[in-house]
């Protein structure tokens, strides 16, 4: 048995369920400790099946920007306007949210291929329903202040001020530790000046409530073939297109698919409220190609911390994951003004390199 102590969060799970043997967890997933486990007592009676609460992981390297104080809160607020979200309670001064029984739809049909019928309506009728949820109505504390919080309409601000998250939360912000794996992998202060005239131009649309994480991961699919949508963590109030442009670089559908999913859904937001599509498909590929831009930043910080901290880690954890940076950084090479992009091989010794000063010894074989 382990002698660390209990974290807050497996304190309040044991607590509420009454039972620290009935405590499923921690769950897997980047942002949260999450446990999970049934109520006790007349709450058990009351609020049958399975309840979590989390805590956010500490020391968290965050790549998105949050506009909402509290996920619970939100979702919550969210509660008979947007169907098929988790209910909320809150039990002994302990926010907790419903677990989704199922599976979750990138379990049962995997990244690249097609997403049957019946989930691609649902998911039509999630981006409906956040069409038409009104901002001002929202009864859940911004994170974010006013002042930078673009007007109404002001698509080109919003979208300026997500490339200067990444550009000063994740790129300068991380230099001290990522400098020379950036330059090693011929990304600089450069790549911002380049995307910023990539992505000018926007058409304006109506703000309305984006999830801005809809990927595989984040819908469960009940006994019933219901599609639940979880982790609001990101949620956001701006441009509608992108959340459709963050959703189509994160499902990677299939191409003739991913076309019929953004053709469905002009004609779903526009008729729920007007406008919402304007200019989209002018648009709609300036608003994917910062989502490829922001992967590279994302994606280098993440795998470089994930093979530091592998024990007597060598070559053969570096290639799949030097293969992956490789694809990233060609998908974004237009985005970032990338005039080459380093190979495989180069990119093993990039973070070889990285790992050899900021991470554990590495066991290189020859």
Not at 61 to 73: A, G, M, N, T, V
Not at 181 to 186: I, K, P
Not at 227 to 253: C, F, N, Q
Not at 326 to 332: F, G, K, Q, S, V
């Amino acid at each position: 048995m382990s002698s660390e102590p209990a974290s807050i969060a497996r304190l309040h799970a044991a607590e509420v369920s009454g039972d620290a043997s009935v405590v499923e967890g921690p769950l897997h997933g980047y942002h949260h400790e999450t446990y999970v486990f049934p109520l006790f007592g007349e709450a058990g009676r009351l609020r049958p099946g399975r309840w979590k609460c989390r805590e956010p992981r500490a020391d968290l390297l965050w790549f998105d920007r949050r506009c909402f104080l509290s996920e619970e809160q939100l979702v919550k607020a969210l509660g008979g306007r947007v169907r098929s979200i988790p209910e909320i309670i809150e039990i002994g001064g302990v926010g907790l949210q419903r677990f989704i029984e199922g599976q979750t739809l990138g379990s049962l049909h995997e990244s690249g291929t097609p997403v049957p019928e019946v989930f691609c309506r649902q998911i039509s009728d999630l981006f409906r329903q956040l069409a038409v949820v009104d901002p001002k109505t929202i009864v859940a504390k911004r994170r974010c202040k006013a002042e930078d919080r673009p007007d109404d309409g002001d698509t080109q601000g919003f979208l300026e001020r997500l490339v200067h998250f990444t550009e000063h939360r994740v790129y300068q912000h991380n230099l001290d530790r990522f400098e020379e794996l950036f330059r090693e992998l011929q990304l600089d202060g450069d790549a911002f000046r380049h995307l910023r005239k990539r992505v000018s131009g926007l058409s304006e649309r109506p703000f309305c409530l984006l999830h801005a994480d809809l990927h595989r991961e984040n819908f469960i699919v009940d006994a019933e073939q219901r599609l639940w949508t979880i982790d609001w963590e990101l949620a956001m109030v701006g441009d509608p297109l992108y959340d459709l442009a963050t959703h189509l670089h994160l499902m990677r559908y299939p191409v003739r698919q991913a076309r019929g999913v953004a053709q469905q859904w002009c004609a779903t937001v526009e008729a729920a409220r007007p406008r919402s599509s304007n200019g989209w498909q002018d648009d709609l590929d300036v608003l994917v190609d910062y989502k490829k831009a922001q992967s590279v930043f994302t994606d280098v910080i993440r795998t470089a911390s994930m093979l530091g901290a592998v024990e007597g880690a060598n070559w053969r954890h570096f290639v799949p994951a030097a293969l992956k940076l490789r694809r990233i950084l060609a998908d974004a090479a237009g985005p970032l003004g990338l005039d080459l992009v380093p190979g495989p091989r180069r990119i093993v010794t990039a973070l070889m390199h990285w790992c050899r000063r900021h991470g554990g010894e590495l066991a290189v074989e020859g």
